[in-house]
């Protein structure tokens, strides 16, 4: 029986959703047949070292270690060299691919020099953002490296929250800003060299215009319709993008592509990728396993998937 250290908690503003993500892969590897051990992530890394090198009921090592860590050392190459480091394989994309994708705005410089469509817009210093606007409104502020759209504001014509926003910013010197793009939002899961299908992301609570961080883990927070009912084309060309976006980072095993879709003058319309999640979340309201149930794949053959394509990824 092959044993399986499933990784998760960590540090990050995401450890509740990661905790979460962790419980429920478990209780599907388990069914699905693996041994399984859960392993909070805390901040003392040689105890999280050592705990992953002892897994086993005899002391052993683990067989595969399943990462469902997100965010900040989870997500961002650094779970991944310690294990790259042990010699221990593990789910996901590897350290570089890893990296990248958590860089907004290095992700946005791959998927340029890959002739894949990225919204307008760039780095700025949180003090020239208190300052003044750095695009002409609507516009977007992100944090460079966070994930589940955590710190991310739109600011619109006749706002005043973009010097309070800036002041109380807490994601490093830097925002990245791009223009807002309006329309609808898709999302497009891909496990290796296969292009899931097309969902879209509605918000369902009040005031929420887009896919937020409430939105995306709270019970009944947005609606899932898959597959999206858009042009056949844009279905063509969403899936394709994913694909090219997730070989152009290099990563491997599961990962997710989001997009925004405006079609505000009739379709098909404008597709503009905003970023490839190499860390697809795994709760109860995710898409990826929603997204994978629809192609005949439920959760814990997806789990089990994820397992046998594990390995060390430099």
């Known amino acids: 029986m092959k044993h399986v250290a499933v990784v ?3 540090m990050s503003s995401e450890r509740e959703v990661s ?5 429920q892969v478990c209780g599907a590897l388990r069914a699905a047949g693996y041994e399984v051990t859960p392993i909070d992530a805390g901040p003392d890394l040689a105890a999280l070292v050592g705990a992953i090198d002892g897994a086993g009921a005899d002391g052993a090592r683990p067989d595969v270690v399943f990462n469902a860590l997100h965010g900040p050392f989870g997500e961002d190459g650094t779970i991944q060299g310690v294990l790259d480091w042990m010699g221990i394989p ?5 350290l570089r691919a890893s990296a990248v994708a958590m860089d907004k705005q290095a992700a946005r410089a791959v998927f340029a020099a890959a002739g894949l469509p990225v919204a307008p817009g760039g780095l700025v210093e949180i003090a020239a953002l ?5 695009l002409p409104l609507p516009y977007v502020i992100k944090p460079v490296s966070e994930g589940s759209s955590v710190g991310v504001e739109i600011i619109r014509a006749g706002s005043n929250r973009r010097a309070e926003i ?18 609808r939002e898709l999302t497009v899961g891909v496990l290796d060299d296969r292009a899931l299908t097309v969902t879209e992301i509605a918000p369902t609570i009040e005031g929420h215009d887009f896919y937020d961080y409430e939105a995306k883990y709270s019970e009944g927070g947005s609606r899932h319709v898959l597959p999206a009912p ?4 844009v279905i063509a060309d969403a899936k394709r993008i994913a694909l090219a976006a997730h070989r152009a980072l290099g990563c491997r095993g599961a990962s997710r592509s989001d997009f925004r879709y405006d079609d505000t003058a009739g379709e098909p319309g404008r597709l503009v990728l905003l970023e490839v999640n190499t860390q697809p979340g795994l709760t109860a309201t995710s898409l990826l396993p929603e997204q994978a149930a629809a ?14 394509n594990a390995t060390c990824r430099v």
Do not use: K, N, Q
């Open 8 to 10: 998760m908690g960590g």
């Open 19 to 23: 905790l979460s993500s962790g419980r």
């Open 90 to 94: 593990y789910t996901h994309s590897g």
């Open 130 to 134: 208190e300052a003044t606007d750095p």
């Open 166 to 183: 800036a002041r109380g910013w807490r994601f490093g010197s830097h925002a990245l800003v791009e223009e807002f793009i309006p329309g």
């Open 230 to 233: 858009v042009h056949p084309d």
């Open 295 to 308: 192609c005949g794949m439920d959760f814990a053959a997806l789990c089990a998937w994820m397992v046998e």
